[in-house]
Every structure is written in structure tokens, then in C-alpha cells.
């Protein structure tokens, strides 16, 4: 092989791959949501980050359901919840689920911890049907649940039908600072579900039945949902492309 040829297409080989990496590490720009005292305001740093999306599947906590004092694991895999109790598996989702967020926390404020995520599933209701609907339709949706634990084992506490917008990222936190924590969403595209894209960050509150929506951001491109710990309360630190 001639050396020369060799080495120039070793060049061009190796300019297209760093044009890859720069390209993935282009700088974005962090998005401050926080509660002034009255409502939800957002600021944007003037640092910029690199492009570093998240892509966690496997997602573990532990928690004592039944108080006996020894903890039971929750764990997140490949779209499937698995809760163990001295390594047996207790409880696990429907197979026929997508499970892809999760966390534990009281958002339905009875006082007690549950799990609580988000899945793709098909039909927009479950077993139990509006007594409008002779049967349950069809279309895969996305969905949000609430499960804990009820009468000695893992039960439904809340389960919304066919959600507006898919749940892309979610967690969940005191923002405004009246010691309950809310639900905080970023909201996709049914549009567009595979390509994550973000349009909108939401925060939701519970009203005795179900989720209020409190806020809705301007459209953008968000990614990397967290929640921080600040002396003046928490915030929201998202990244818009």
C-alpha cells in the first residue's frame, strides 16, 4: 500500500472522529429553577457544560415497606422493577411494562415513602375500566404510578391513565419550601418518543386526588434533571442544547 495514501486516509479517518468527540462535547448552557417566595422563576449561568446525557437504566434504593425493621431492595432493570426481601424477589412490575424512571419518596403526602415511576404500557387504563369504556384501548402511552405498601404486599396507591406528554427524566423535591415535595417533569413528545427529546420542564403538586400542574417552562431542549440542596432552600439545575 502506498505510505503516503495511507497516512492520508488515516488523517481523514482520524479528523472525522474528532469532529465526533468535539461535537459531543459542545458546550450547553445550565437552567436555574427555583421559588422566589411567590412563584417558580428560572435563570440561566452564564458557565456552560458539556454535552453529558444521562442514560441510567439501573436504578436501586432500599426501604423497610413492612417495618420490621430490615430494608427491602428496589431495584430498576431493563425496564423491569424488582423488590427483594433477604434476596428473594417479593414484588416485581408486569412484564408487558417499560418501566424508566423510578424513585422513592411521599408524594401523595399520607406520610409514608413509595415507589414511584413511570412506564410505557398498552391501553390507557388498567384492569379497571371508566364505566364509559366497554373495553380498553389500544395504543401504547406513557403513564405515571404510585405503588406502596397496603394489607402485606405491594399494592396500587395511585395510577394515572395515558399521560398529555411522556416522561422523559423526573425526580422529586421540596421546591417552594413548605416541607412537602413536589413532582418535577421533563416532559418529551409523543411525537418523537425515541429520541428523548425534551420540550419542557414541569413541577406538579398533589391535590388530594391527583397532580396539579404549578409550572410549565418555556420550550427548550433540557436534559440532566437534578435537584440541589441550597442553603436558601432547593432548586432545579437542568441543561438546555
Given amino acids: 500500500m502506498n505510505k503516503k495514501f495511507f497516512w492520508s486516509s488515516l488523517s481523514v479517518i482520524f479528523g472525522v472522529i474528532l469532529i465526533a468527540v468535539i461535537h459531543d462535547f459542545s458546550f450547553r448552557t445550565e437552567v436555574i ?3 422566589d417566595g411567590q412563584n417558580y422563576q428560572q435563570k440561566i449561568e452564564k458557565s456552560r457544560h458539556p454535552l453529558l ?3 441510567e437504566r439501573l436504578v436501586s434504593g432500599q426501604l423497610d415497606f413492612d417495618g420490621d425493621g430490615k ?3 428496589i431495584i430498576l432493570k431493563n425496564g423491569t422493577i424488582f423488590v427483594k426481601k433477604n434476596q428473594n424477589i417479593i414484588w416485581q412490575s408486569e412484564k408487558d411494562w417499560q418501566v424508566e424512571n423510578l424513585f422513592l419518596a411521599d408524594l401523595n403526602r399520607d406520610g409514608r415513602t413509595e415507589i414511584n415511576f413511570s412506564l410505557w404500557k398498552q391501553g390507557s387504563y388498567g ?3 371508566p364505566f364509559w369504556l366497554k373495553e380498553n384501548t389500544k395504543e401504547w402511552g406513557n403513564h405515571f404510578f404510585i405503588y406502596g405498601w397496603e394489607k402485606g404486599e405491594l ?3 395511585w ?3 395515558t399521560i ?3 416522561i422523559i427524566e423526573m425526580g422529586a423535591g421540596d421546591i417552594d419550601s413548605n416541607g412537602k415535595d413536589e413532582l418535577i417533569v421533563l416532559e418529551g413528545n409523543y411525537d418523537r418518543p425515541q429520541n428523548n427529546i425534551v420540550e419542557y420542564l414541569t413541577i406538579w403538586s398533589w391535590n388530594g386526588w391527583g397532580f396539579f400542574n404549578d409550572f410549565r417552562s418555556r420550550k427548550g431542549k433540557f436534559y440532566n434533571l437534578s435537584i440541589k440542596k441550597l442553603k436558601d432552600g432547593n432548586v432545579i439545575e437542568v441543561f438546555d442544547r
Fill in 164 to 166: 398529555d406528554a411522556p
Fill in 33 to 35: 429553577f427555583y421559588w
Fill in 71 to 73: 430494608f427491602e431492595e
Fill in 159 to 161: 395510577c394515572s391513565s
Fill in 155 to 157: 399494592r396500587p396507591v
Fill in 127 to 129: 384492569k379497571t375500566l
Fill in 53 to 55: 446525557i444521562k442514560k
